[in-house]
């Protein structure tokens, strides 16, 4: 009997296969297997996993059990496959399923395309082979093992309804979804168990739930009481404060590529010398702290001293929130005028409107430069050429003008995942026994490193130097999950930090000291405000200086996993680190910076 025939036979007898529903609650259990390969197994121990599953499959159902078409399920469990490898995708770079306000900004993955596939890992593919089988069994099936319609539906709705409000009755007694939900959020183990736990659908819901909640009065005296308890910002004593600051951020850049030889070939000479100098302040154990934001957020955490949002990026849900920048404070201590330079669109993570937010005079983007040398799908300025012509724009007079005290915000696009080079711009090789991205990464390190190096070589003989902080650090880690299978590799074993580092290195600092404890992105911004005497400025951020003697080595992760020396740390400071993130989402999702005057 042909294909054609078996179909017709199933929905003119008004037969239906069990085996399409089937196929869609394997779905749910592979999704729940590889999500939890990258969090943790705990909630196959937990009948919320298989009890919600199995609710949502008999609602995935529907079209199936009323059209009697497997063409319908075929439809759902297609639109289930992409929805499903996608969150995997998001979660492998972001650490979260993808939010409810992020899905608005779709159109963005066109520019980061080449970011986005070199996420898909093999098991993806297992979600479309189980669509096939699926269908391949669906008109394989022994005819015994089919059931009338009549008697589906009855007992199919039946049992919908029944398993819908057994399921609603344990959340209520519980105290209901979305306080479970969020004690799971805050959860130092478990905040990443949702989605297997409750399914996508649960995690949206959620989403939207948080959108329309309203701060409690409980909530506004925990805020209180936590930045109550922060240590005051302490000018030290004895400094010469800078007036200008220039920071770079360097897209991906991470610690371990500094000081490495591979293959006899030095990664960054650039860098690695001005780490030498008497005058440098190095912190090689900077542990990322961006989220859903990812370059947005780093500019969150260094600019305002603000952990990013548990959930989405902030500047799009809240792009024109008060916010207490360092740009600010150089205006109001410093009169100084601040730019931002950067090869992006300014609808790029609406860096726009959230530049505008942060203080920022003078927007110089994609627009304003020219494409000489092209990076990637999204053909942005290289490193090389961005900085040559940053040069041009401040000796024509159209970046720093003379006399004025600038802070400028540089942000460099190279090192973007995958990693990418053209062949032509190359400037160092490795043999085959260097993993293919780890050789991607190096070799577009030491382009970069090249590219800064020259740039700081011209900065030297700027009049204006020896008032002027160069910073330059990682807006965040690069590697994302291709880190654990680098780290045991024969090449990257020993070589490539197992720990998501990235560097902040103050060129003509005040203070020049190693500091080799961890710290947080979040710890850059106060110690920053140290740095250019900017302390009595209205908001220090809810990190620490490293400058204060009293900081602890330590710094919390986007999976809330606390890094560093917490041997020596007291159950209270722990304590207050993992509500650090918690209280830095309310005070932007509530706007509660305005009320700092």
């Given at each position: ?258 000081n490495l030889t591979v293959e006899n070939q030095e990664i960054t000479p650039y860098l690695n010398k001005l780490l030498k100098e008497p005058s440098t302040l190095y912190a090689p154990h900077v542990l990322t702290q961006v989220n859903g934001g990812r370059s947005i957020d780093a500019q969150l955490l260094m600019l305002v001293g603000l952990l990013p949002l548990q959930t989405g990026a902030y500047s799009c849900r809240f792009p024109f929130n008060t916010y207490h ?229 330590i710094a919390i992760s986007p999976k809330r996993k606390i890094e560093g020396d917490t041997l020596h740390i007291s159950a209270d400071e722990l304590l207050r680190m993992q509500q650090s993130q918690v209280i830095s989402d309310r005070i932007i999702r509530f706007d509660k910076l305005k009320d700092l005057r």
């Open positions: 009997m042909t294909v054609g025939k078996q179909e017709r036979n199933v929905t003119d007898n008004k037969m239906l296969s069990v085996i399409p529903i089937a196929g869609i609650f394997f779905k749910f259990l592979l999704f729940n297997a590889i999500w939890c390969y990258y969090t943790t197994f705990t909630p196959f121990s937990c009948w919320e996993s298989y009890a919600t599953a199995f609710v949502a499959t008999l609602l995935l159902s529907v079209p199936y059990i009323l059209t009697r078409h497997i063409a319908a399920g075929v439809l759902v469990m297609s639109v289930l496959d992409i929805w499903m490898v996608a969150n995997l995708m998001y979660y492998r770079t972001y650490f979260s399923a993808i939010p409810l306000s992020s899905y608005m900004l779709a159109g963005n993955l066109a520019d980061f395309l080449p970011s986005v596939t070199a996420s898909l890992r093999w098991c993806d593919w297992l979600f479309p082979v189980s669509t096939v089988v699926t269908v391949f069994l669906t008109f394989r099936i022994d005819c015994r093992q089919k059931i009338t319609l009549r008697f589906r539906r009855r007992t199919y709705f039946v049992l919908l309804i029944f398993s819908c409000a057994l399921l609603s009755i344990n959340l209520s007694v519980r105290g209901g979804f979305i306080a479970i939900y969020r004690a799971l959020r805050s959860s130092a183990h478990q905040h990443a168990s949702g989605p297997p736990l409750y399914t996508l659908f649960g995690t949206l819901y959620f989403d939207y739930a948080e959108e329309l909640s309203e701060l409690t009065e409980e909530q506004e005296r925990e805020i209180h009481a936590w930045l109550s308890g922060r240590p005051p910002l302490v000018p030290v004593p004895d400094i010469e404060c800078r007036d200008n600051c220039i920071l770079i951020l360097a897209e991906s850049l991470e610690s371990w590529v500094l920048t360092l740009p600010k404070a150089m205006k109001e201590l410093k009169g100084a005028r601040n730019y931002l330079l950067t090869v992006d669109k300014t609808k790029t993570w609406n860096q726009g409107a959230v530049a505008r937010s942060f203080g920022i005079d003078t927007i110089i983007s994609y627009p304003d430069f020219r494409m000489t040398e092209t990076f990637g799908n999204r053909k942005r300025l290289g490193d090389k050429a961005f900085f040559a012509q940053c040069r041009e724009k401040i000796e024509k007079g159209e970046v720093w003008h003379s006399g004025e005290n600038v802070f400028i915000q540089m942000v460099t696009y190279s090192g973007h995942s995958p990693f990418k080079m053209p062949e032509s711009l190359k400037t160092v090789h490795f043999s085959n026994r260097v993993p293919e991205i780890m050789a991607d990464y190096m070799t577009v390190a030491h382009y970069t490193d090249e590219a800064i190096g020259k740039f700081v070589e011209y900065l030297k003989n700027h009049p204006e130097y020896e008032r002027t902080m160069v910073v330059i650090t990682g807006d965040h880690e690069g590697l994302a999950d291709h880190r654990k299978e680098l780290c045991h590799t024969k090449a990257g074993k020993g070589i490539i930090s197992e720990d998501e580092f990235t560097p902040f290195i103050v060129l003509n600092s005040p203070v020049p000291i190693h500091y080799l404890k961890v710290m947080g992105q979040i710890d850059i911004y106060p110690t920053l405000l140290n740095l250019l005497g900017l302390e009595k400025f209205r908001w220090s951020g809810i990190g620490q200086s490293i400058l204060d003697p009293r900081k602890p080595g």
